[in-house]
Structure formats: structure tokens, C-alpha cells
Nanobody
Framework: QVQLVESGGGLVQPGGSLRLSCAAS????????MGWYRQAPGKQRELVAA???????NYADSVKGRFTIARDNAKNTVYLQMNSLQPEATAVYVC???????????????WGQGTQVTVSS
């Protein structure tokens, strides 16, 4: 099984920035798409940003221009740079990856435990 370890969350003032990291480890042959979801109390989980193996990215409309997703394939790591943070960004951010195993066909998926991001003065 593949484990995802997230880091970088915390408390930040409005207008501030945070950089989230998610590192995958375990029996990985290759990683496909990687993304960040978030879930706030009373709201549905939403896809914040995703990046495909070929580098194509997509973002939720609410974060375009302020968040940037990137990946380091050599480190099996995905990042989310969050700038100009506002209180509505407060949520638990969860990392998700799709991957392939050696000698196996098809893709598998793994989820992180989540990291809390709180934007408040």
C-alpha cells in the first residue's frame, strides 16, 4: 500500500501564504494524477487543484490565480502553493494520488490523512 504524508498546514492571517506538501511512499512503480481536495465544516468535499502526469493542471474557479499546484516526480511529491489566503479557504486539505504498482495493471488510489488550514486574524 502507498502512504501519503501531508505537511505545511497551519494558521495564517488573511492575505498570507502557505505551501502544502504531500509525499508518497511505498510500493510505487509510477504515479499518475495528483491532487488536493478540501472539506470545510458543513460543505461538500471539493477538488481544489490537480496535476496530471503530463503536467496539465486544473483548478477550482475559486482559487484560480492564487493557488499553484506542482509536482516533483523524482520525489513522488506534490505541492500546493496558496497565496492571498482568505477565511473561506479554511478547511482540511487532503492529498490524493493515482499510482501503478510493479507487475500490475490498472491504477490504484491513495488518500492522505489531511492537514488543517485555518485563515483567521
Amino acid at each position: 500500500q502507498v502512504q501519503l504524508v501531508e505537511s505545511g498546514g497551519g494558521l495564517v492571517q488573511p492575505g498570507g501564504s502557505l505551501r502544502l506538501s504531500c509525499a508518497a511512499s511505498g510500493s510505487i512503480f509510477s504515479i499518475g494524477a495528483m491532487g488536493w481536495y478540501r472539506q470545510a465544516p458543513g460543505k461538500q468535499r471539493e477538488l481544489v487543484a490537480a496535476i496530471q502526469s503530463g503536467g496539465r493542471t486544473n483548478y477550482a474557479d475559486s482559487v484560480k490565480g492564487r493557488f499553484t499546484i506542482a509536482r516533483d516526480n523524482a520525489k513522488n511529491t506534490v505541492y500546493l502553493q496558496m497565496n492571498s489566503l482568505q477565511p473561506e479557504a479554511t478547511a482540511v486539505y487532503v492529498c490524493n494520488v493515482y499510482y501503478r504498482k510493479r507487475y500490475s495493471t490498472g491504477e490504484y488510489t491513495s488518500w492522505g490523512q489531511g492537514t488543517q488550514v485555518t485563515v483567521s486574524s
